[in-house]
């Protein structure tokens, strides 16, 4: 799934021919972008950054930082990984571990940021996806005053 808040149109649509109960505006294009989305992050659901802020009781996982199909302002992208007081402490030290090595990624510290995310769970999917980036990198830096934003040219 993937949950966006806010300004939408609601309600019965179309003509006398034909009408619908449905949703439409940006706000609802950006809910199912990030709805593609989880499958190539490997998670179920996946929330903007608008959303996690009506819901400051709940720990995000920051999944990446991107620009999705028809629009141009990147955003945040974010899993919930439950309500902070239901944490345990693991879980606390993943979270900080995982926040770590992505202020290493972008920063363009590649060397830190791989050493951060092997350590990291190996299974972990998103983890994975940041351990294919560095190593691409590697061999194709990104250009000078690169930002860190992952461009999505698919829906």
Not at 2 to 24: D, Q
Not at 36 to 61: D, M
Not at 101 to 128: G, I, K, M, N, V
Request: hydrophobic content about 35%; charged content about 25%.
């Amino acid at each position: 799934m993937g949950l966006n808040t806010g300004s939408m149109s609601v309600g019965n649509m179309g003509s006398s021919f034909r009408m619908a109960y449905t949703v439409m505006g940006d706000n609802v294009n950006l809910g199912s972008r990030m709805e593609g989305l989880t499958k190539k992050y490997g998670v179920s659901l996946i929330v903007s950054e608008t959303t996690a802020k009506q819901a400051p009781k709940w720990c995000y996982r920051r999944l990446d930082k991107v620009r999705v199909k028809g629009r141009s302002i990147p955003l945040w992208i974010l899993e919930p990984l439950g309500r902070w007081e239901t944490l345990s402490e693991e879980q606390y030290q993943w979270h900080a571990a995982f926040e770590q090595a992505l202020e290493h990624y972008h920063a363009a510290d590649f060397a830190s940021a791989e050493r951060a995310f092997r350590a990291l769970d190996p299974q972990d999917q998103p983890t994975q996806m940041y351990l294919a980036r560095i190593e691409h990198f590697k061999s194709a830096p990104p250009q000078e005053g690169w930002d860190g934003i992952w461009t999505h040219t698919t829906k």
